[in-house]
């Protein structure tokens, strides 16, 4: 017999502390499934990790300074500091309601978080890398960012918001930029994955290559930011203030202190994903490692950028009305049948459409008739009425061609899954995954249980039904980061207990037969219950859609 593992060095072995964060998002706006996109994506991933038995850290938060926040406040007649403490309960909110489980949610008018910006000045100042000079140039207040001439489109628009930019001449600080263009290449060369996917790095070395302008990073002309701690005049630069939340949020830079998580998942981490959305690449790719290169801090692993989603096709914006905030939607279909569209639908990485008409389909035909009719056929029904509703005794030594080719598709399947997550290719992961949820439902079909029942041949069904119960435990552990509430239903129905992830040890399914014979299973309520046409219809009028089919274009 194999000695039991020694938990205490395998947690040693697997303590590889794992960090990822999403953008922190601006408060001007309500949260919207933009937004919900990229939380839910932090959120598999921390899952994921945390299944692995890896220290997990996973940071949301808000932008709270800027030009953009302060004029917003003004519009709503608040002083900005009232605006932002009232617009961080939906933000809060709407992360509980889609289970996203976040350990930090870092706010950018914390006085940590100010002292955290203010020293990562000085240490990019003491570098020699700050210095003041007049400046003129064009400014978007949506992107809270300059442009170049270049850039801009005709009528001087800002050619993401279609809107005009401002010119601005003031006295600001700068930070030397063009001195860190060799470096970033070198770093680029020495980090081949730093930037996903590949054809985004690409344009990110594309732009480098170019030679990079000196940044200025303090602004005059408003109050409503970090101040300059020797120049109060001057406050920080909103993006400049924004990134440092990554660290900030973990006691960092910590130049001299003692601050055990930014220690932990940031200077010995083993991996840093900042997940963000395209369009705010170049400030996470380029000015960011360029900030901390300049103050000697540790340069994150990884910046996935993630596309844009458009709603039924069109472009998502208030003048459309087409601006949809996640929570009716939650409380149409649930939080993880919503996780679960999100993460499938698009692959991560491109642009995609969110359409509720295709949302409804792969509810019916993947999560209803899929998973869902796996589970009925075979704990609600032939296990319940044929074996007393108890997890059957696996006889590897009676196993037959076809439980071995379930068996092996399941453990490839989980194999494959865990590399697509390990990569952010949570659509692949849940490819994989279903080509074992529907190998599996053609097993029922070919080993036939119902006929087996009937001719009485129970050896036979033992086996058939342990093989379906097993991979559904498997299912229940794959689809966990995903859809955390349903894989525990799914396990309450198997006898099992929920999923506790812990530090130092893999829960992730390698060996068969891990579940125990003699188990009760239990049957509840259909896991995943059709919708039928009248139910569709009368959820999305319920949403405010179009009855007309949607067009929803996929991208895979
Ligand atoms: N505050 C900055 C980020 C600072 S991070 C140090 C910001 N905020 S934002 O609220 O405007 O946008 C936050 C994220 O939402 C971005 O990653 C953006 O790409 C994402 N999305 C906004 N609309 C989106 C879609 N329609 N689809 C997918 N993501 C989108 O930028």
Redo the contacts with the bound molecule.
């Keep these: 017999m194999a000695p039991p593992p020694n938990l205490a060095n395998l947690g040693r072995r697997m303590a590889r502390p794992y960090y990822v964060t ?5 408060v ?2 309500q949260p ?4 919900a ?2 939380t839910v994506a932090a959120d598999v991933v921390s899952r994921y990790q945390r299944l692995r038995g890896h220290p997990t850290y996973f940071l949301t938060g808000l ?1 709270e300074y800027g030009l953009k926040i302060e004029r917003r406040a003004k519009e709503e007649n608040l002083a900005p500091q009232d605006f932002v403490d009232r617009m961080a309960t939906p933000f809060r909110s709407t992360w509980e309601e889609l289970d996203c489980a976040h350990d930090g949610f870092i706010r950018t008018t914390s006085a940590e978080h100010r002292e955290s910006v203010q020293t990562l000045w000085k240490m990019m100042e003491d570098k020699g890398d700050i210095y003041l000079d007049d400046y003129e140039d064009w400014y978007c207040v949506g ?2 960012s300059f442009k170049t001439e270049k850039e801009l489109l005709e009528g001087n628009l800002c050619p993401i918001h279609q809107k005009p930019v401002e010119r601005i001449k003031e006295r600001s600080y700068f930070f030397r930029l063009s001195k860190y263009t060799q470096p970033l290449l070198d770093f680029f060369e020495a980090h081949p994955d730093f930037v996903q996917p590949d054809a985004r790095f690409n344009e990110v070395k594309s732009f480098v290559k170019e030679g990079l302008r000196d940044l200025s990073i303090s602004r005059t002309s408003f109050r409503w930011g970090v101040p300059v701690a020797n120049d109060p005049e001057h406050v920080v630069y ?2 400049l203030d ?2 440092t ?2 660290i900030s949020a973990l006691g960092g830079p910590a130049p001299k202190g003692i601050a055990p998580l930014y220690d932990e998942f940031w200077t010995s981490a083993e991996t840093i994903t ?7 690449l170049r ?2 790719a380029v000015y ?1 490692p360029a900030f901390l290169l300049s103050a000697g801090v540790r340069v994150p692993s990884q910046i996935w950028a ?6 039924n096709g069109e ?2 914006s208030k003048s459309l009305g087409n601006f949809l905030p996640p929570g009716p939607l939650v409380e149409a279909f649930g939080a993880d049948v919503l996780r679960y569209y999100f993460m499938r639908e698009v692959g991560f990485g491109q642009d995609g459409d969110f359409s509720h008409r295709n949302l409804l389909n792969r509810y019916n035909g993947e999560l209803a008739n899929g998973l869902g009719n796996l589970i009925n056929r075979i704990v609600a029904s032939i296990v319940k009425k044929n074996l007393g509703g108890r997890v059957p005794r696996l006889r590897l030594d009676a196993l037959e061609e076809a439980d071995r080719h379930l068996i092996d598709k399941a453990k490839a399947s989980a194999c494959d899954a865990a590399r697509h997550l390990e990569a952010l290719a949570f659509h692949r992961a849940l490819d994989t995954t279903w080509e074992l949820v529907s190998a599996a439902n053609k097993y029922v079909d070919t080993t036939e249980p119902w006929k087996l029942a009937k001719q009485g041949e129970q050896q036979r069904l033992e086996q058939v039904c342990y093989t379906v119960l097993e991979t559904l435990r498997w299912l229940s552990i794959m689809l966990f980061p995903v859809m955390p509430n349903k894989c525990n239903e799914l396990r309450s129905q198997l006898g099992l207990p929920p999923l506790l992830p812990t530090v130092g040890v893999d829960l992730w399914p390698s060996a068969w037969g891990g579940l125990g014979p003699g188990i009760e299973t239990r049957t509840a309520g259909l896991l995943f219950p059709r919708f039928d046409e009248s139910q569709e219809r009368s959820i999305l009028e319920r949403l405010g859609v179009d009855k007309e089919p949607q067009p929803g274009l996929r991208a895979k």
Excluded at 32 to 35: A, E, N, V
Excluded at 274 to 280: E, Q, R
């Design positions: 999403t953008p922190i998002y601006y001007n706006d919207h499934i933009g937004h996109y990229s932008d992107c809270e909103v993006w924004a990134l939340n990554y900042h997940i963000v959305g395209k369009d705010i400030f996470h960011w993630h596309g844009w989603l458009t709603v472009k998502m």
